[in-house]
């Protein structure tokens, strides 16, 4: 079955200690983005990924890293979470002419 | 900048009523387009895509979508809504004219009532 798979589905964290959340997807797609979601803002890009090594900005990636070291899996790293990071997190893939794919989500916490 | 307008934040339909819901767009040239729909605790699900060709878009769910150029729309509707249609509906622009990168709206939220 094709998929996106994030992990943890919820997490909740103190200020300040770093934390990894893991996204994987398994068609193989080159292209892979991570969407914050915020009641009244929709989805907005953090970070996307045109295939490996190659990361680049979206709109609101302060506070975020990402890495793609394999074509399959992008990683959103917080190295110093705060409280305005709490959020629903998204990862998402897509391949030639296919739409936007993703995962079931990440509901973070920062305390 | 690229924006999306999805101007009612909630709505409420009876079961077995027809629903539109509303999305508008800013963007010089053709988009692609497309609804999104989040059920309670679960991720985004695709409904449709407009990439080209006839504007009349049909989706899963017997929902559809009609493009109008003329107003920068994109509404969604379904002829019978069923409870579990009861959910989070998103429109989103394909920035740039691409479909890697989408531009959403807020979000519409529908209640069904039986």
């Known amino acids: 079955e094709a998929q996106v798979t994030q992990n943890p589905r919820y997490l909740i964290t103190v200020t300040g200690k770093k934390l990894t959340v893991t996204c994987s997807q398994n068609m193989n797609h080159e292209y892979m983005s991570w969407y914050r979601q915020d009641p009244g803002l929709g989805l907005r890009q953090i970070y996307y990924s045109m295939n490996v090594e190659v990361t680049d900005k979206g709109d609101v990636p302060e506070g975020y890293k990402v890495s793609r070291k394999e074509k399959r899996n992008f990683p959103l790293i917080l190295e110093s979470p705060s409280p305005n990071q709490t959020s629903l997190y998204f990862c998402?893939?897509?391949?030639?002419?296919?739409?936007?794919?993703f995962g079931n989500g990440t509901r973070l916490t920062v305390t | 900048a690229q924006s999306v307008t999805q101007p009612d934040i909630h709505i409420t339909v009876s079961e077995g009523a027809s629903l539109e819901l509303r999305c508008n767009y800013s963007y010089g040239a053709t988009p692609y387009l497309f609804w999104y729909v989040q059920s309670p605790g679960q991720g985004l699900q695709l409904l449709l895509k407009y990439f080209s060709g006839d504007t009349l878009v049909q989706g899963i769910k017997g929902f559809e979508a009609e493009f109008k150029r003329s107003q920068s729309s994109f509404n969604l509707r379904k002829p019978s809504v069923h409870w579990s249609d009861a959910a989070e509906y998103f429109c989103?622009?394909?920035?740039?004219?691409?479909?890697?990168?989408?531009?959403f709206g807020a979000g519409t939220r529908l209640a069904v009532h039986p």
């Open positions: 998402a893939s897509s391949g030639t002419n296919s739409p936007l794919h």
């Open positions: 989103a622009v394909g920035a740039s004219g691409g479909y890697n990168k989408l531009i």
